[in-house]
């Protein structure tokens, strides 16, 4: 497995969770990693990136409340989201830029793990 995230469950509105995700060392490098999410029915969205220098982006519906990390010592990628919203319910996917510039386009991406569920309940 070259992408395992980690993390999700089930977490009242206003709680919080973070979501791990670790990368083979083949392909963590300095490449820009994100986060997306998939909601049923509706397309995947990339909600956070962080370049291979640590800058960060944000999609306008997380940001002030989710923070994207890295520790390239433990070629691992974090996720924390904060005061969650039952909107904010979906499989959550890491994935592997081939830039090292943070980026919200999808294909950007190269390498994608498999998802983690959270379920925030109202």
């Known amino acids: 497995v070259q992408l395992q995230a980690s993390g999700g469950g089930l977490v009242q509105a206003g709680g919080s969770l973070r979501l791990s995700c670790v990368a083979s060392?083949?392909?963590?490098?300095?490449?820009?990693m994100g986060w997306s999410r998939q909601a049923p029915g509706k397309q995947r969205e990339l909600v956070a990136s962080?370049?291979?220098?640590?800058?960060?982006i944000y999609a306008d519906s997380v940001k002030g409340r989710f923070t994207i990390s890295r520790d390239n010592a433990k070629n691992t990628v974090y996720l924390q989201m904060n005061s969650l919203k039952p909107e904010d319910t979906a499989v959550y996917y890491c994935?592997?830029?081939?830039?090292?510039?943070?980026?919200?386009?999808?294909?950007?991406?190269?390498?994608w793990g498999q998802g983690t569920l959270v379920t925030v309940s109202s």
């Open positions: 994935a592997r830029s081939w830039k090292s510039s943070a980026s919200l386009s999808s294909g950007d991406y190269n390498y």
């Open positions: 060392a083949t392909i963590y490098g300095i490449n820009a």
């Open positions: 962080i370049s291979g220098g640590g800058t960060t």
